[in-house]
Every structure is written in C-alpha cells, then in structure tokens.
C-alpha cells in the first residue's frame, strides 16, 4: 500500500491552539543557544581560524591517542588537537597556524609526519593561511545576511510585509537551533557546516513559502472567516505534503550519516537535524506568527461591490404601448394584484355618454344631409 495511504488528506488539527506551547518552547529553545553562543561558542575548523588539518591511520588495531598527543607535545611545536576520527584506526590532528609563511607551516607538517613514524600512514593534509580564513568568515557571514535579505524582499514583494516578517523569524528559528548543535555537540564548524546552513535555510523557506501560498489564496476565498480558522485550514490542506517530503528528506540525511563518512557527519548531522526542526517551525511558528503579527491582506479586506450593469428595460426596446403591454403582463405573471376594475356608475355613465355623443353625431350627420338636399332642391327650382 502506498505511504500516503497512511497520511490522511485532509485532517482537522487545531494547530493554532497550539501556539501556547509551540511559541514559549521556540523562545526557550532561541535563547537557550545563544546563551551557549557566548559560553561553549563553536568548535571552529581549519577554514576559519587558520592552521593545518593532518588526516592519518594506524597500521595497528587502533591508534593510541594518548600516547600520541604526549609524543607531539614533546616536540613543541605548538597548538595541537588529535581526536579519534571515523574508525580507531584514523585519528585527525590539528594543528593550530605557526608563522605568517608557507615555508613555516610546511616545516611544522614535516615535524610531525617524522613524529609519526611508519605506524602511521597520512591520508590527508590541509592547510589555511590566517587571510584565507578571515576572508572565509567574512565572506560566510555575508552569504547568509544576504539571503536572508533577497528573501525578506521576495517576499515582501509577492505577498505582505507580515508573511516576509513570519519567514525570517522562522528561517532565524531554524538557524539558531541547528547552530546550538553544533555548539552542544562541538561538531567542527567549517565551510561544509556553512553550506548546511545555508540548505537548511533554502529548505525550510521552501516549506514556509508553499504554506503562505494556500494561506493567501485562503485570504482571498474566505473574507468572512476568522483568521485561526483559515490558518488551521490552510496548514491542514498542506500537512499532507509537508509531512511525505519532510519524511523522505529525513531519510536521505539519515542515511547520510551513517554511510557517508566522517567527513560529511557533521553537515548530515545538520541536515538530519534542520528537517526536523524547519518542519516544526513552518507548522507551528510561521503560520500563528501571522496572527501577533496583526494579518490585514488586501485579499482580505471586502472590496466595494461593483455595480451590476443595468439590463435594459423594456421601455428601451419596445414602443410605448408594447412597453405597457409587457410590463403588465410580467405583473399578471408574478402574481401582483391586477388594476381594480371601474365602478358600474362610472361604466355606465360613461356607456351612456358614449350613446349620446352617437346619437349628436348621427343627428349632425341627418343635419348635414338634409341641408345638402335643400340646396339641391333650390338650385333645381331656380334653374
């Protein structure tokens, strides 16, 4: 059976309702990671704070990584971090940027590969000059400051300024919980993490966007009703969708966890993370954001009703007495009462008076005979 068989199409959630609890668990979550900002802060990479990055495996069952990190500390040759990487075997060693050259860097590099031995084989060296990684910072902050903005304009644009208000509160929600695992977990905070944030942001506008979508065509549907009940509607005629693409996107970034390596186990870690998070906050954050936000669409406001054109009349078309014919007709039809019929006296008076003007011009019409036949006879008697 198929998986959207199991997601009903249309439910009835109350998701409004549950703005009492979704918004105070958002603000805790909000602040509680920008406390860990300004505590713990981030466990940044090679790409931002400079240095060398040394990948290498054991030929043993596992690495001795106590053993070691004395070993490099005895050589003094500065900041130095080895954490166990991937399998036993790998362990990753940094170390932090010694000089303002190459030819420094390159020296402390062959330091510590003669340090290692033949036990260790090197698989990986990367290295960053502190203007490379100033630039990075600088241009990282930029990229996401910048999408931010043509997003916020976007949006601004296309619908109204409190759906662009709702998508960066929620797409800044979003950041700052996957930022707080990166600072709970001291997941290395590098450039692939910058890319992760950056999808994240592009993913969870995606949900926002097509959320405000149906709220808008909702807005300009159904003026009259109150502004929770078309949210609910609208967030319940998308849940369906919401949930089979978060669900699908949850498992790619799931599986790349745990097969793609150590390499990409933090930016799937972030995803993994980011999907869940950016599917709460576009369901319980962008939607009832619309209502603190104080929501008056255009689309929602009652337009002035446009005149209805004016149908002609049957005194346009037809002659006087066709147009008086007509219209008592449509009187008879529609059940209006018909003229009252004339009094009798008035009837008969008037009968009687119709006789009597008969009668005066028949009298006239006899006067004006015999007055022509009297001339006639005279004309005869005076020839």
């Not at 596992?62 to 971090?81: F, K, M, P, T, Y």
């Not at 009094?343 to 022509?372: E, I, L, Y």
Request: aromatic share 8%; with cysteine.
């Amino acid at each position: 059976m198929p998986l959207i068989d199991y997601i009903p199409a249309h439910t009835h959630i109350g998701f409004m309702k549950l703005r009492r609890f979704s918004f105070p668990f958002s603000a805790a979550m909000s602040v509680f990671a920008v406390v860990l900002f300004m505590t713990v802060g981030f466990n940044l990479g090679i790409d931002f704070r400079g240095g060398t990055l040394i990948e290498a495996q054991t030929s043993q069952a596992s690495a001795d990584v106590g053993a070691l990190r004395e070993h490099l500390i005895d050589i003094e040759i500065g900041d130095v971090q080895i954490q166990e990487f991937g399998s036993p075997r790998d362990v990753l060693i940094r170390l932090g940027q010694v000089g303002e050259t190459e030819q420094a860097q390159q020296t402390i590099v062959n330091e510590v590969k003669a340090a290692l031995g033949s036990d260790y084989t090197i698989r990986r060296v990367e290295s960053v000059g502190p203007s490379v990684s100033s630039e990075l910072v600088r241009q990282s902050i930029l990229a996401m400051v910048l999408g931010a903005v043509a997003v916020l304009g976007y949006l601004w644009f296309r619908f109204e300024w409190q759906f662009a208000v709702g998508a960066i509160v929620t797409t800044v929600h979003d950041i700052f919980v996957t930022l707080m695992i990166y600072s709970l977990l001291g997941i290395d905070f590098d450039l692939t993490s910058i890319a992760a944030i950056l999808t994240i942001m592009g993913y969870s506008l995606n949900d926002t966007v097509v959320v405000y979508d149906r709220i808008r065509e909702m807005l300009r549907r159904y003026k009259k009703l109150p502004l929770p009940e078309l949210l609910d509607t609208a967030v319940n005629a998308t849940f369906s969708r919401t949930i089979i693409v978060s669900t699908t996107t949850f498992f790619a970034t799931l599986a790349l966890y745990f097969f793609g390596g150590e390499v990409l186990r933090g930016f799937s870690l972030a995803m993994t993370v980011g999907v869940v998070i950016g599917t709460y906050s576009t369901i319980c954050v962008a939607a009832p954001i619309l209502i603190h936000l104080g929501l008056r669409s255009r689309a929602a406001e009652p337009k002035e009703e446009a005149k209805a054109p004016v149908k002609p009349g049957p005194e346009d078309v037809l002659d006087v007495e066709e147009a008086a014919e007509f219209i008592e007709a449509e009187e008879t039809v529609e059940g209006k009462s018909a003229p009252a019929p004339a009094p009798k006296s008035a009837a008969k008076s008037s009968t009687q008076g119709g006789k009597s003007s008969a009668q005066g011009g028949r009298s006239s019409a006899q006067g004006s005979k015999g007055g022509g036949k009297g001339g006639s006879r005279g004309g005869k008697r005076r020839g």
